[in-house]
C-alpha cells in the first residue's frame, strides 16, 4: 500500500512558477512510475506528465511541454513537478498517482492505482 500527500499549490501570477511535490509512503516507491494529473473545474482528469522509476524517462502533455518538468528523488520517496510560464489555462487541482512501473508509459488514469488528494493551483492573469 501506498500513500501520496500532494504539496506546494498556490496562488502564482501569469508567467511565474510553482513546484509541487508528491511524498510517498511505503517500501515499494523506487519501483514505481509515477504520473501527474491535473483537473479544471468543469473538465475530465488530463494527464500532465509522467515519470519511471529511475527517472530515466519521462513523458508530457504537449500542452505543458517545455515548461514543466518532472523529476524525483527515491531516496526521499518523493517526486516533484517544476512548473514555469504558467498561465490561467494551468489553472487546476494537481494530483499525483502511482503504480508500480510497467515498462511503458503510463498516460491514462485507470493505470495507476495509487492517487494523492491533490493540491489546488490558481494562476491570475
Given at each position: 500500500?501506498?500513500?501520496?500527500?500532494?504539496?506546494?499549490?498556490?496562488?502564482?501570477?501569469?508567467g511565474?512558477?510553482?513546484?509541487?511535490?508528491?511524498?510517498?509512503s511505503?517500501?515499494?516507491?523506487?519501483?514505481?512510475?509515477?504520473?501527474?494529473?491535473?483537473?479544471?473545474?468543469?473538465?475530465e482528469?488530463?494527464?500532465?506528465?509522467t515519470?519511471?522509476?529511475?527517472?530515466?524517462?519521462?513523458?508530457?502533455a504537449?500542452?505543458?511541454?517545455?515548461?514543466?518538468?518532472a523529476?524525483?528523488?527515491?531516496?526521499?520517496?518523493t517526486?516533484?513537478?517544476q512548473?514555469?510560464?504558467?498561465?490561467?489555462?494551468?489553472?487546476a487541482?494537481?494530483?499525483?498517482?502511482?503504480?508500480?512501473?510497467?515498462?511503458?508509459l503510463?498516460l491514462?488514469?485507470?493505470?495507476?492505482?495509487?492517487?494523492?488528494?491533490?493540491?489546488?493551483?490558481?494562476?491570475?492573469?
Amino acid at each position: 500500500q501506498v500513500q501520496l500527500v500532494e504539496s506546494g499549490g498556490g496562488l502564482v501570477q501569469a508567467g511565474g512558477s510553482l513546484r509541487l511535490s508528491c511524498a510517498a509512503s511505503g517500501r515499494t516507491f523506487s519501483s514505481y512510475a509515477m504520473g501527474w494529473f491535473r483537473q479544471a473545474p468543469g473538465k475530465e482528469r488530463e494527464f500532465v506528465a509522467t515519470i519511471s522509476w529511475s527517472g530515466g524517462s519521462t513523458y508530457y502533455a504537449d500542452s505543458v511541454k517545455g515548461r514543466f518538468t518532472a523529476s524525483r528523488d527515491n531516496a526521499k520517496n518523493t517526486v516533484y513537478l517544476q512548473m514555469n510560464s504558467l498561465n490561467p489555462e494551468d489553472t487546476a487541482v494537481y494530483y499525483c498517482a502511482g503504480d508500480f512501473d510497467p515498462g511503458r508509459l503510463l498516460l491514462f488514469p485507470p493505470s495507476y492505482d495509487y492517487w494523492g488528494q491533490g493540491t489546488q493551483v490558481t494562476v491570475s492573469s
